[in-house]
């Protein structure tokens, strides 16, 4: 039986994390979509979305005067074969308004969240099958 090369897994799910956080602060729905499988799903405390096509409209409902930073901590990885692999990844969600070519202010991050991942093996390389956003603090939260 060959054995699989834990290392590279991990380095192809972590870019999987931050290229997540990056095309989504940049608005590159179209790419976000692509590192999910095809039936992949995204939930988070009022939102369950499962498909292309699901999370497309939800993407494409953020408001656009919204700006978004997302800081991920290292992801941890609980376990792993070749097919499947499954992670925890803490980030920090900053978020501002835009205004007139103002820069948007910053007042404290409005999120620390734990990404909780389930990555398979495709065709087309490691995709995110599914990601449960758990809150851990928020701003305003009681």
């Not at 179209?30 to 009022?46: C, I, K, Q």
Request: hydrophobic share 40%; proline share 4%.
């Amino acid at each position: 039986m060959k054995a699989i090369d834990c290392a590279e897994i991990e380095r192809q799910c972590s870019q999987l994390v931050a290229k997540f956080a990056l095309y989504v602060d940049h608005r590159r729905y179209a790419d976000v979509l692509a590192l999910f499988t095809r039936d992949g799903s995204f939930s988070r405390p009022g939102l369950s979305v499962s498909g292309r096509q699901q999370m497309s409209a939800w993407l494409d409902s953020r408001p656009g005067n919204w700006v978004t930073c997302h800081f991920c901590g290292p992801t941890v990885f609980e376990t792993m074969d070749a097919g499947e692999a499954r992670a925890v990844t803490c980030v920090t969600v900053y978020q501002g308004e835009e205004s007139a070519g103002s820069i948007p202010r910053l007042e404290l991050p409005a999120a620390l969240v734990e990404y909780q991942d389930v990555f398979r093996r495709t065709d087309d390389g490691w995709r995110i099958a599914s990601r449960n956003v758990k809150p851990i603090m928020a701003k305003g939260a009681s």
